[in-house]
């Protein structure tokens, strides 16, 4: 008997045919109630696994809509459910509400440090006004900080090209990009 000709149990994952290490699935999803049961669902459930004789791609392991490493992610046009299942949707998971809602939350946290550090620029007394000095650095490096992570998430894509980004990523890291101001190109 040769290595490609092992099929995997249920409840188990490998690499690829010629893989030797056969992973446990439970590990791949540890916060549902009853792991085990998960883990039977998504890799080679009702021993699947035992009719493929030459497996072309690792998936072939997994439960219809879910793909990857311990068949723990979903397919595209596919999403998640609940915390261990893929369903059929159409187009995959719209994440756009949820990015309109973080720039919508990041520009009023904007708005309200523009407006605490215009306070701290009025005359107050001697000690008033080096506390709202101290407050007002401590607010800028905040600042600072935001804008970075902004333009780190926005330089993903073209840093990090051997990555496949999704579409929607792809969209949100565009409009981004007007953070980096970049004048080698000029």
């Known amino acids: 008997m040769y290595i490609w ?3 995997t149990l249920n409840g188990y994952w490998r690499k690829s045919n010629t893989s030797t290490i056969f992973g446990n699935c439970i590990q791949a999803f540890p916060l549902s109630e009853n792991s085990t049961v998960t883990a039977r669902n998504n890799c080679c459930p009702n021993h699947q696994c035992l009719a493929i ?18 068949c723990s992610s ?11 299942t893929c369903e059929k949707c159409k187009g995959g998971t719209n994440i756009m509400f949820g990015f309109l809602m973080i720039l919508l939350l990041c520009f009023v946290i904007y708005i309200i440090c523009l407006i605490v550090l215009m306070q701290c620029t009025k005359p107050h007394g001697n000690e008033n006004r080096l506390k709202n000095i101290k407050s007002s ?3 800028i490096g905040q600042l600072k900080t935001l804008i970075s992570f902004v333009q780190i998430m926005s330089s993903l894509p073209s840093s990090m090209s051997s990555i496949s980004w999704g579409a929607k990523f792809k969209f949100l890291t565009n409009f981004l990009k007007i953070v980096n101001v970049d004048i080698f190109p000029l």
């Open 5 to 7: 000709e092992l099929s």
């Open 53 to 70: 004789q030459t497996m072309l791609h690792s998936d072939e392991q997994c439960r219809e809509g879910h793909t990857g490493p311990f």
């Open 74 to 84: 979903c397919k595209q046009d596919y999403t998640r459910r609940s915390s261990v």
């Open 137 to 139: 650095k401590k607010m």
